[in-house]
C-alpha cells in the first residue's frame, strides 16, 4: 500500500512559483496513476492535474492548464507539481494521491490513498 507525503507549501506572491513534492512508499510507485487535488476554503476539494501509471500522459484542470506542470521520478518514487504565474485562486491545501494503475483519472472517487496535504497561500 503506498503512503504519500507532500511538501513544497508556503506563501508566495501573485505571479511567484512554488514547486510541491510528494514522497511515496510502499507499493509499485510506476504503475500507480498519481494525482493532485486541492481545496481552498469553504469550497470542495477539485483536481488540479494527474500523471498516468508506467509512462502515460497527463492531465489538467483548466484553470492550471499552461501554469502548472506534473512529473513523476520514478527511481526517487517522487511526483512533483511544478506552479507558476501563481494566482490568488491558487490559495488551497494541496493533496497528493494515489489512484489505479496505469489508467488516467480525474476522478477523486478512484484515488484510494491520500497524503495529509500542504497549504499553498498566494498574496497580492
Known amino acids: 500500500q503506498v503512503q504519500l507525503v507532500e511538501s513544497g507549501g508556503g506563501l508566495v506572491q501573485a505571479g511567484d512559483s512554488l514547486r510541491l513534492s510528494c514522497a511515496a512508499s510502499?507499493?509499485?510507485?510506476?504503475?500507480?496513476?498519481m494525482g493532485w487535488f486541492r481545496q481552498a476554503p469553504r469550497k470542495d476539494r477539485e483536481f488540479v492535474a494527474a500523471?498516468?501509471?508506467?509512462?502515460?500522459?497527463?492531465a489538467y484542470a483548466d484553470s492550471v492548464k499552461g501554469r502548472f506542470t506534473i512529473s513523476r521520478d520514478t527511481a526517487r518514487k517522487t511526483v512533483s507539481l511544478e506552479m507558476n504565474n501563481l494566482k490568488l485562486d491558487d490559495t488551497a491545501v494541496y493533496y497528493c494521491?494515489?489512484?489505479?494503475?496505469?489508467?488516467?483519472?480525474?476522478?477523486?472517487?478512484?484515488?484510494?490513498?491520500w497524503g495529509q496535504g500542504t497549504q499553498v497561500t498566494v498574496s497580492s
Open positions: 494521491a494515489s489512484g489505479p494503475w496505469i489508467r488516467m483519472t480525474t476522478s477523486q472517487a478512484e484515488y484510494i490513498r
Open positions: 510502499g507499493g509499485t510507485f510506476s504503475l500507480y496513476t
Open positions: 500523471i498516468a501509471g508506467s509512462g502515460g500522459g497527463t
